[in-house]
């Protein structure tokens, strides 16, 4: 017999917070109740399989008009991941100028995501 | 006499950039003012994403929300100065205001027929939040730690406590754990979290940060830095319960607790205020009780949303298009909006009816299954919960407000 298993999340897709509830048999998802659009549903079914996530931080720039350039994940990591990235992250020091949306690191800590720059640095 | 500008923006922060760029798409001259030395405001230091999911329908972080306004802003051509302040508006005549504006190549002397006020919000300190002790190094309030952490690149510190579980105590508590700090704490006087249930997920069990509801932070201790908190459990009149006391050993304090509409050089030319927005009160257009004098974003009312912030920036812009074609916002007989069973806060405060209207509220108290209503007008809207947390942004449409005589009722009550 499979065991029956009751998630309840709250949505983090949007500032709404729908309470999404999540019934599962075994490893199989048999029902998604609560949300209000089609991302959430996605997520909450994420969430309970292997939960993803976008990573923020800043990292060193020499010889711009910033000392930090702001970057993230260019898509949502592994939860698990984390650690490592940020641990990766914090021995990585660029070179002034920086554009926005450039790849700063590829497949960081095999993730499958690129760290990109969300904010341009001019050199000085 | 022609003035220098037809618009002047005080502020180049989201509100700020948008009213800028709308003033200057209806034809109007408009000069922005921003007291730090690059445009952006307090976006610029929020590398987290959640900005634009309304305006651009896409997930990106401050920073990159942010630059989408400063490049077309840049493209447009607009005048702004940075690095200048803005020490008194003197509302001369309906028609004409003088700014005294200190810059870092003197002291301008500048006349505009119209003002938009876009300086956002300052942070709550200890002191206003009945902290004592000792004043030791180390305590911070959030935003100045986001500045030391995400444009400086530098840690405040190892272990933290952060008093307040506002969004923005909520995403520095995480900030702190991914750079790889202690956050020993999250401390909320409230008995419910002052932030997005989203946040609350993300921000503090993602990374399994204790929050304790009904507590306050009553004192600081340490000599030269930051040694520990005294955190104090609260009755339901939010005052410290004696003999609960508990030490939280740490090095640094993060105050959290609020954010209040800037309105320093306003209340100085005589604005009148609200005391539960502790905004100005405005009518349709985000005019003020100066003729000509528009206030959007933050210094408005306190927002959860950049995209709010922006549709402000770009309707008062829309005010002070039609107050300079029309030497002044066309005089309405203005009906009321009143704040009735648990509504906080409500702003605008005065409508006219001729136009469709977006009203941003804040509940008193949580609750569950209510319905939102405005019996003036007979309009209901079912809603699963509400929170103080969560701003209310209602449409009324044009067709609606017409039923109504000299006010609208705002209530939440609650439905079977």
Request: hydrophobic share 40%; proline share 6%; net charge neutral.
């Amino acid at each position: 017999m499979t065991e029956t298993r009751h998630f309840k999340l709250t949505c983090i897709v949007c500032p709404l917070g729908c309470e999404i509830e999540v019934k599962m048999e075994g490893d199989k998802i048999v029902e998604v109740t609560g949300f209000t659009c089609p991302k959430g549903k996605e997520y909450a079914i994420q969430e309970v399989t292997a939960p993803k996530r976008v990573v923020m931080s800043v990292i060193k720039v020499k010889n711009g008009d910033f000392p930090t350039v702001s970057v993230k994940t260019d898509r949502p990591v592994l939860k698990k991941l984390i650690p490592k990235i940020m641990k990766e992250l914090a021995k990585v020091e660029v070179e002034a100028p920086v554009e926005l949306g450039q790849v700063i690191v590829e497949n960081i800590a095999n993730s499958g995501a690129n760290i990109v720059a969300t904010r341009p640095v001019k050199r000085i | 006499m022609q003035n220098d500008y037809d618009v002047v923006v005080i502020g180049g922060g989201p509100a700020g950039l948008a009213a800028a760029i709308k003033a200057k798409e209806y034809g109007l001259r408009v000069l922005v003012i921003e007291n730090r030395e690059t445009l952006g405001g307090i976006p610029l230091q929020c590398v987290h994403p959640g900005f634009g999911l309304h305006y651009f329908k896409e997930d990106l972080t401050g920073t990159e929300f942010i630059y989408r306004f400063i490049n077309k802003f840049l493209e447009m051509g607009i005048e702004y100065h940075t690095g200048a302040h803005v020490v008194s508006i003197e509302p001369f005549s309906d028609l004409e205001k003088r700014l005294t504006v200190v810059t870092s190549k003197g002291v301008l002397e500048i006349t505009t027929t119209t003002i938009i006020y876009a300086t956002g919000a300052r942070e709550r300190h200890p002191f206003e939040i009945g902290i004592t002790g000792h004043r030791p190094a180390g305590v911070y309030t959030a935003g100045e730690a986001q500045t030391m952490m995400d444009i400086d690149g530098i840690m405040p510190g190892k272990e933290i406590v952060i008093v307040g579980s506002g969004d923005v105590g909520l995403i520095m508590a995480r900030r702190f754990a991914l750079e790889g700090a202690h956050v020993k704490a999250v401390i909320e006087i409230m008995p419910y979290p002052g932030g997005l249930m989203r946040n609350i997920v993300q921000c503090l069990q993602d990374f399994g940060i204790p929050l304790y509801l009904s507590h306050a932070v009553t004192r600081i201790e340490g000599t030269k830095r930051v040694e520990k908190v005294i955190v104090t459990k609260v009755d339901e009149n939010l005052k410290p319960i004696p003999g609960t006391e508990k030490e939280i050993p740490c090095d640094t304090v993060i105050i959290a607790a609020g954010l209040v509409p800037y309105l320093k050089v306003l209340e100085k030319a005589g604005i009148i205020i609200d005391p539960a927005t502790r905004g100005p009160v405005v009518n349709e257009y985000l005019e003020t009780s100066i003729p000509g004098v528009f206030v959007a974003g933050n210094a408005l009312v306190i927002n959860d949303l950049v995209d709010y912030v922006v549709e402000q920036g770009e309707l008062a812009a829309k005010g002070a298009y039609l107050y300079v074609q029309n030497k002044g916002i066309p005089t309405k007989k203005w009906k009321r909006i009143v704040k009735g069973r648990n509504i906080r806060l409500v702003t605008p405060h005065y409508i006219s009816g001729d136009n469709d209207v977006i009203l941003y509220a804040r509940v008193q108290k949580p609750e569950e299954k209510v319905k939102l209503r405005f019996p003036e007008i007979d309009k209901e809207i079912k809603l699963p919960f509400v929170r103080p947390a969560e701003m209310l942004r209602i449409k009324l449409k044009k067709e609606e407000l017409a039923r109504a005589k000299d006010k609208i009722t705002m209530e939440v009550v609650p439905h079977d």
